[in-house]
């Protein structure tokens, strides 16, 4: 769902040519912006999308952090018990 930015290159013509430009720069200045409009501005649907890819990647991200950091708590209880265990053979 793409919504296209409109730019009227016939427009921007007849004004530039009302200033001063001749027919040939007036065009030529048309062309590049049109172009640039349509190859590097983002629209709302772009923008739209990339926000629901962010909050994705960063569900991810989260679920991925807790995994890891509710496998390093379990290991780090294992250690520890392994520990207390060990030191009490000691004590006795």
């Known amino acids: 769902m ?9 427009k921007y ?7 001063g430009f001749t027919e040939p720069q007036a065009e030529f200045q048309a062309e590049e912006i049109a172009q ?6 983002a629209t709302k649907s ?3 999308s990339l926000k629901k890819e962010i909050t994705l990647v960063r569900e991810q991200l989260i679920n991925q952090m807790t995994i ?3 496998g390093m708590l379990i290991a780090a209880v294992t250690i520890l ?4 265990s060990f030191v009490g053979l000691f004590h006795k």
């Open 2 to 10: 793409s919504h296209a930015i409109m730019f009227d290159t016939h």
């Open 13 to 19: 013509i007849k004004k530039a040519k009302e200033v």
């Open 36 to 41: 640039l409009i349509e190859e590097k501005l």
């Open 46 to 48: 772009d923008v739209a």
């Open 68 to 70: 890891r950091f509710g």
């Open 81 to 84: 018990g392994i520990f207390i």
